[in-house]
């Protein structure tokens, strides 16, 4: 047993509640999260497209009254691509047998990967439908999502949930329940976890946020069309792939309901689901930065 670990603090997952009309309503930190991410995505979406200097000639792809708009089908993509990924990727033998529950998002269940194809699908529908250039709204929107992975992996610390490895680390943190208790210990002995949460919010949230904003106001990146899509993609793709070695695999993916998942992860060892979506990511991002390299040697 480890000498030094943290407690878990006493944190609610709720904001706060009221009672309407004989129902309690509350509000979660994991909802607010969601809320707020999408507003500062909105406000830093308008900031790019209120300076044309930022885009090629000078003209920004969509104005900044439209960015609106553009967030109703992104907020479709995030949910529907969010559950549809959620039950392909890591329950599909299960849902395949309740079909009927894949509907049920207020019960949880939604995949990072599976929103963000809803997402690009959304954009590039919008782009299409608008005769917005593709890349570029691509560069406008991957810029704009770090600050909402940030706040929804905080949130997923204050639900205790997609807790990290077993670790005796001095930072290992003993998360409620069952992290508690599922390392192998003699009973009675508490579990402490890598905070692994912690550590997709500072490299998929803070860290990627901060270089994708220096490459739009410092670099003028956003010249060169795909190259701050292609950061944004290989910078995710290269930290949640560093992170899943600290991460706990989810339950749902080392068991039979998932053979392919059960042959890479199970013991932990191998790639996890989270890594083999990641590889795409990182050959995406590579071949879009490559390509706007050769854009901008060709225009030169």
Not at 150 to 163: C, K, P, V
Not at 170 to 182: D, E, I, L, S
Request: hydrophobic share 55%; with cysteine; charged share 10%.
């Amino acid at each position: 047993m480890q000498a030094l670990m943290i407690p878990f603090p006493d944190l609610s997952p709720i904001v706060f509640s009221l009672e309407l009309f004989g129902r309690e309503f509350a509000l979660r930190w994991y909802a607010l999260a969601y809320i707020v991410g999408i507003l500062i995505a909105w406000r830093l979406a308008v900031m790019a497209l209120r300076q044309a200097t930022l885009w090629p000639g000078n003209t920004p792809p969509m104005k900044p009254a439209q960015v609106e708009d553009l967030l109703t089908w992104i907020i479709l993509g995030v949910i529907l691509g969010g559950r549809l990924g959620y039950v392909l990727f890591y329950q599909p033998g299960y849902y395949l047998q309740h079909p009927i529950e894949i509907l049920r998002i207020w019960q949880g269940g939604m995949a990072f990967h599976g929103g963000l194809l809803g997402v690009i699908l959304a954009s590039w529908l919008y782009a299409k439908r608008h005769d917005i250039p593709s890349l570029q709204m691509a560069d406008l929107v991957a810029h704009v999502v770090p600050p909402g992975l940030l706040l929804g992996r905080l949130a997923n610390f204050n639900n205790a949930e997609l807790w990290g490895r077993a670790t005796d680390a001095p930072w290992g943190v003993v998360f409620p329940g069952q992290a508690a208790q599922a390392c192998g210990q003699a009973i009675g002995e508490l579990c402490a976890r890598h905070p692994s949460q912690l550590y997709e919010a500072a490299l998929e949230g803070l860290v990627l946020g901060v270089a994708l904003l220096w490459l739009v106001h410092r670099r003028q990146a956003l010249q060169k069309p795909g190259l701050v899509a292609g950061v944004f993609f290989a910078g995710y793709g290269a930290a949640r792939f560093l992170v899943e070695f600290f991460r706990q695999p989810d339950a749902q993916f080392v068991t039979a309901d998932n053979p392919l998942g059960l042959a890479l992860a199970i013991n932990g060892y191998g790639l996890t689901m989270g890594q083999i979506l990641c590889i795409p990511m990182l050959a995406i991002g590579a071949w879009l930065i490559q390509r706007a390299r050769k854009m901008q040697q060709v225009s030169a």
